[in-house]
């Protein structure tokens, strides 16, 4: 039978790791660079607008284009008419184990040895069971960080480390233990360092189960050099302090990775498109310090909020008429004569709303948020996440070995030739 490992490593720029790769002489960050390189490409054009993750990574899943699956936001899978690879592949016949795919729902698929959604995809669970206590905490803080509360922080923090200390989760994460004890002392629990240390405990957890259950295909999903590059991105040749951090976390979790792949298998690394740097455009990433009570203070209180990666979220309000007004109310708003946010109704769910902040310029303390005839001073409701380091851009890559895979193609051909490699 096949082995085939899809390893997403989320928007990383192969430039950037291969300057990482020199000046710390990391060698499976080498070992990955010198597999063999195929270009992508998607015609998703504008970030915020489908040239996103959670767009590109479903492309990839599925086959299509975003014209054709039409999925535009994170937990956004209800009207998701296509299968994805792992339910394509469980149908016939094969085995599958499939660790943080962005966006991805586990669906009818047979044969599956493990699901483990994204923090942000509510409304699916792990699988087996057992798993779901390492994502309480994930979840907990991708929802909420910049407004978390100590009590639920604290139950969700006991759910994880009640799993982590398990004896099977643990016997895969000792290996690891003085990485992840002596970088949170010396760093501290700064957010780059929080996702690369959970990228880092995602790779010795993934290990551990696919060496258990030895799938046929496998997914695993990693985040943190995407974050990285969004928020720590130097414009000068020499890498910044919180760069040479994540990738040494990064390349020993490589290390990991490759020790536990059998000789034989086919293993491809893809980014679904890149990032370049930006620091010169000057643009600044917002997020709400609360929800809900933004939402309740402009008159448009919701039954509840589902806060997504970055600067948007998913609103549920009891009624179509409380919606529209939403609606309305959110289009409506603005600062210093501009729009502040794009609104979508959920086609397929009259009762929700997606919203996303995209105002992107720098805001004083005094700067006036205009909305639902109030006059809020925005940072009071808002906080500044960091000034932009890293924007998308269309290319992408994929570095495989084990496959022969064209020099160039549509980051969803990708499917295609999965397909083809199980096959074989």
Known sequence: MPCVLLLELNEFNPELMQRAAEELDAPHLKKLLSF???TTRT????????????????????GKPSQEHGVQHLADLATLRYPQIWETLGQAGY????????????????????????????????????????????????RHYGHTRPLPL?????????????????????????TLL?????????????????????????????????????????????????????????LSPEMRETFCIIDRALGTLFDALPADKTLLVANAFTQTCTVQDNEFLYRQR?????????????????????NDAHIFYPSTQACEEARQTLQNAKLNNEAVFHVRQEPDSPHSLFYQLIYWKPVGPEDILAIANKRLRFMEFF??????????????????????????IYNHELYDHLLKAMKK
């Open 36 to 38: 063999k390189r195929t």
């Open 290 to 310: 609360d929800p809900k009570l933004f939402l309740q203070t402009v008159g448009i209180p919701a039954e509840s909020v589902a806060q997504l990666m970055t």
């Open 182 to 238: 002596s970088t949170l002392l010396r760093k501290g629990f700064k957010d780059y360092v929080l996702f690369a240390l959970f990228d880092l405990i995602n790779v010795a957890l993934f290990t551990r189960y696919y060496r258990e259950h030895r799938p046929d295909f496998s997914i695993l999903f990693l985040n943190s050099l995407a974050h990285l590059q969004h928020h720590h991105w130097s414009p000068t040749e020499t």
């Open 43 to 62: 015609d998703d054009a504008a970030e915020r607008y489908g040239l996103d993750p959670w767009v590109q990574w479903v492309s990839i899943h599925t």
């Open 383 to 408: 906080y500044c996440v960091t000034q932009r380091t890293g924007s998308h851009i269309q290319k992408g890559h994929i570095f495989s070995s084990g496959i022969d895979l064209p020099d160039e």
């Open 95 to 142: 085995r599958c184990g499939i660790w943080g795919a962005m966006n991805a729902r586990r669906g009818n698929t047979p044969l599956l040895t493990f699901f483990v959604p994204d923090p942000w995809t509510f409304g699916e669970t792990a699988f087996p069971r057992e798993l779901n206590p390492l994502l309480a905490l994930p979840i907990y803080y991708a």
């Open 154 to 178: 604290a139950l969700a923090l006991c759910r994880t480390l009640c799993f982590l200390l398990r004896p099977s989760a643990l016997g895969a994460l000792l290996p690891h233990a003085p």
